[in-house]
Each structure stands twice: as C-alpha cells, then as structure tokens.
C-alpha cells in the first residue's frame, strides 16, 4: 500500500528543535518562559499589532475573548455558520446564544446582508447583539469593509476568528487584526503547528494583559494565591511556543507552498468544467489557502464518490465543514440562511494540501481525480 497522503499534517523545519533543546537546558518546561515571551512578541511583529498573548488552543482564545468583551448569559451572538465547532461552542460556554449567518457566494464568509438583517431583527425584539464572530474560512478573508462597517453603525464587537487564515491579508493588513479581538489556532492541522495552541490579538494591551490574568486562573499580583474571579488554565507551555518560534521562521515558505498547491490544481484541473474553486474575488483579498477547497457541481459523480475514490488509494480529504446551523447540537438556535454553506456542504470537498507535499504525490491525488471523472 501506498504511504497516506494527509489533508494537512504538521510540517516541522528543523529550526523548532533548537527553541525546545533551550527550554529543556534552562529548565523552562512550564506555561511560561523566555519561548512564551519571544513568540508573542514575533507574533506581533509578523502581524503587525501591537498585543499578543498565546494560549492552550484557538477554542480558548474564543473563550477569552467572550469574556473580556462581557458576553454575558442570554446575550446573542452572531456566528458565521460556516466555521468549525471551536469558533461557536465557547459562545455556549459564556450561556449566551449563538445566532448562525450563512455565507455569500463570492467568499464563504459570512454574508454581510444577512448580518445587517439579524441586528435588525434583534434590535427590533430589544436584543441588541452582543458580538459578532466573523470567520475567514479555508484561510480566505471574509468581506471585511462591510463587515466592519456594519459592527461599526450598530457598535457591536467584532470578534475575528483567523484560526485558518495565518498570513492572509485583506487590503495588505493581516488577518486577526481587524476586530476588537482576533485569535488563531496552533493545532496539529493549521497552517503552522504548535502541536496545540492558540493565541489571542489586540491592538488593545489592556485586553492582552486581561487574557493572559484570566488565563493563568485570574492570579492576583499577591505573594500567595488571592483570587477576585473566576479564571482559567489556558496558557500556552514553553516547550511548545518553542515549536512555535521554529514554525513561525517557515510561515511565510508554508504561505507559498500552500498558495502553489492552489494554483496546481487549478491549472491540472482547469480542463474539467464540473470543478468550482474557492478563490479571491479580487486582489484585496490574499488567501494564505490553507486548504485547497473544491465544489463538484454534476449529476455523475459527488463530492463522497471523490472522498471514497481518494481513501481506496490511502488519500485523506474531507467534505467541508458542515455548517453549523445544521449540527444537531445546535437545532435549538435561530439562523439567517441563504442555502449557500448548505450548498457548499453538500457539493464540496477539501483536497490534500499538506505543505510537504511533493511531486509524485501530487501526481497520485490528480490521477484519482482524472480515473473518477473519466470512469
Ligand atoms: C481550528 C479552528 C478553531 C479552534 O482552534 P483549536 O486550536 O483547535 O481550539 C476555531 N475556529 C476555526 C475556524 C478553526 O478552524
């Protein structure tokens, strides 16, 4: 059998072992340390923003982020409905409700119109939303002018989940920095790993040094343990901000490679008109394409016919995120759906996008996907 071909696994450099050899010969094998202090602050460089405080996981950040923005229980938040449970579920954590948006076309992302027709409705009801958060799904950033001009007019917080979107850019600026609060995630899968991890962005410190409070279980400046709130444990190892710093000298390599995946399927697969791709409407838009996404628009072959084609040749791909306003765990909340993450749902799949991909495995995912249109 071949080797599996994976959606996206890990891809160490080599640079990450030396910062983890440091904090095993300085014995800073704890939630904090020299790596914690240096990632954050390479972190804030590489985004350009000025607060940067790194956590357990991206789900955590959300969680944070909630809290400092005093989401209280009952409040509504509106979600994008195309995103991954980790962006939704902290909402429920908080007590509060989540409100699903579906996408637009051009995107993924959360429809902007849709958005303005929920604050209405809520504002109507005498429930202004609480928060907004707007996902940039597969690494593509959302519509983010309107967006941001409309949490602006109704004053509600924006929360930008840039899980999938490390080095993408909307109009040359990063995203994660364009909300009240940005976060990312460091997990086994994105686009670079700490094995787990995450981080919480602000250009406000005064948010940065309240999370980091909240995340080390709201420890007041006291020579023993006095506490005034209830905190948490979400700070981020030494040994794995150590992975990190590796990570981070290769993100901008990873951003190419990944973006050099896109445009090979696209060119191998330009002939074949059933295949639709995620792309960027224009050039404000800078994709780090962390997964290349594709939608299968016949009446011969689905998306599964292509999933179960890849995995008879040891081939991970995955359908997209099923949005969330379909997940049962969710069926009690209210949405504003268009149809379209149900479309993309049912008719996309998520191709192999792993960075150290090379040549002879791209050749076997193409071939699979020649075979299962041609059969
Ligand atoms: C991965 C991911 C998260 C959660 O990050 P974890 O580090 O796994 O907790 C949140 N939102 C989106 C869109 C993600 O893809």
């Not at 697969?269 to 394409?289: T, V």
């Amino acid at each position: 059998m071949n080797t599996r071909i994976y959606l996206s696994p890990p891809h160490m450099s080599g640079k990450e072992i030396k910062y983890v050899e440091e904090a095993f010969a300085t014995n800073w094998v704890a939630p904090l340390g020299p790596n914690v202090d240096k990632f954050e602050q390479e972190l804030a460089n590489y985004l350009n923003i000025k607060g940067v405080a790194a956590l357990s996981s991206g789900t955590s950040a959300v969680h944070l982020a909630l809290i400092l923005l005093k989401v209280n229980p009952e409040d509504i938040v509106l979600c994008s409905s195309l995103t991954f449970c980790g962006s939704v579920n902290p909402v429920v954590y908080v007590g509060a409700q989540p409100v699903f948006i579906d996408s637009e076309k051009s995107t993924w992302n959360m429809d902007p119109e849709l958005l303005e027709k929920a604050i209405k409705d809520f504002i109507k009801k005498g429930k202004k939303p609480k928060a907004i958060i707007l996902v940039h799904i597969y690494g593509m950033p959302a519509k983010l002018d309107e967006i941001k001009a409309i949490a602006e007019k109704y004053e509600i917080n924006l929360i930008e989940d840039a899980a999938e979107a490390l080095g993408s850019r909307y109009k040359e600026k990063s995203a994660g920095t364009f909300g009240k609060i940005g976060i990312l995630s460091f997990n086994g899968n994105k686009i670079i790993t700490t094995s787990g991890g995450g981080a919480l962005l602000s250009e406000n410190i005064d948010y940065v040094k309240k999370a980091k409070f909240y995340a080390t279980q709201a420890r007041e400046d006291f020579p023993y343990y006095e506490h005034t709130e209830i905190g948490y444990n979400y700070r981020l190892s030494n040994v794995l901000a150590g992975i990190g710093r590796g990570q981070l000298e290769v993100l901008n390599n990873r951003i190419s490679k990944k973006r050099y995946i896109h445009y090979k399927y696209k060119e191998e697969l330009k002939n074949f008109d059933i295949f639709e791709f995620q792309e960027e409407p224009d050039e404000r838009f800078f994709s780090n394409y962390w997964l290349t996404t594709i939608l299968i628009n016949s009446n011969k072959i689905t998306n599964d016919d292509l999933r179960i084609a890849f995995e008879n040749e040891n081939i991970e791909s995955r359908p997209l995120w099923k949005p969330m306003h379909l997940q049962p765990v969710f069926r009690n909340c209210i949405s504003y759906t268009n149809g379209v993450s149900e479309k993309l749902f049912k008719k996309g799949l998520c191709l192999p996008s792993g960075t150290a991909m090379n040549d002879d495995d791209f050749n076997r995912i193409i071939n699979v996907i020649k075979r299962t249109v041609k059969r």
